[in-house]
Nanobody, 115 residues
């Protein structure tokens, strides 16, 4: 069993920054990829950023150059640094461990970017 707890969301003006955290409890965090997803109202959940156990990263085109995913295996935590935020970044952000269908999800953290 793995528990994921996201934090760091909030309300920010366009152009601002937020740093999200996802703290994982469990025994195998360090050997799995971690993924950030987001879901805007009325839209499907979409992948935002992905990091492998070895630290290789991948991003959605819409956030490349603005968002940075990182992980601290010693703290069982994955981060999402979000800069130059846009209103279209608004949504609930979730971290995922173990895959979209069979994996574990956190409760999500709301990010709202005002114009």
């Amino acid at each position: 069993q793995v528990q994921l707890v996201e934090s760091g969301g909030g309300l920010v003006q366009a152009g601002g920054s937020l740093r999200l955290s996802c703290a994982a409890s469990g025994r195998i965090f360090s050997i799995n990829a971690m993924v950030w997803y987001r879901q805007a109202p009325g839209k499907q959940r979409e992948l935002v950023a992905h990091i492998t156990s070895g630290g290789i990263t991948n991003y959605a085109d819409s956030v490349k150059g603005r968002f940075t995913i990182s992980r601290d295996n010693a703290k069982n935590t994955v981060y999402l640094q979000m800069n130059s935020l846009k209103p279209e970044d608004t949504g609930v952000y979730y971290c995922n461990y173990g895959g979209y269908v069979m994996g574990y999800w956190g409760q999500g953290t709301q990010v709202t970017v005002s114009s």
